[in-house]
């Protein structure tokens, strides 16, 4: 069972940054995908940023060159680093590790931080 618990979240200006953590239990960057995903009110949630096992990254077209996603092996942590906040960036924070087995899917998710960026 994969645990993951995000911090980080708060109320920030626009413009402002912030810097989600996802704190995992056990080394699972190097078998798991992990990815940041974020859910507004009435709206679906979507992928934000990921980082496949190998460690290359991916970025929504909505949140390249504001948001960087990277990883600490030693910490067994994936952080993801936003500037440049806009008022639309509100949305609840999930932290998401997945693998596919040969036999099951993998597909964990952490409870969420809460990003609220007003003036």
């Known amino acids: 069972q994969v645990q993951l618990v995000e911090s980080g979240g708060g109320l920030v200006q626009p413009g402002g940054s912030l810097r989600l953590s996802c704190a995992t239990v056990g080394s699972i960057f190097s078998i798991y995908d992990m990815g940041w995903y974020r859910q507004a009110p009435g709206k679906q949630r979507e992928v934000v940023a990921s980082?496949?096992?190998?460690?290359?990254?991916d970025y929504a077209d909505f949140v390249k060159g504001r948001f960087t996603m990277s990883g600490d092996r030693a910490k067994n942590t994936v952080y993801l680093q936003m500037n440049s906040l806009k008022p639309e960036d509100t949305a609840v924070y999930y932290c998401?590790?997945?693998?596919?087995?040969?036999?099951?899917?993998?597909?964990?998710w952490g409870r969420g931080t809460q990003v609220t960026v007003s003036s």
């Open positions: 980082m496949a096992s190998g460690g290359s990254t």
């Open positions: 998401n590790a997945y693998r596919q087995g040969p036999i099951k899917t993998y597909d964990y």
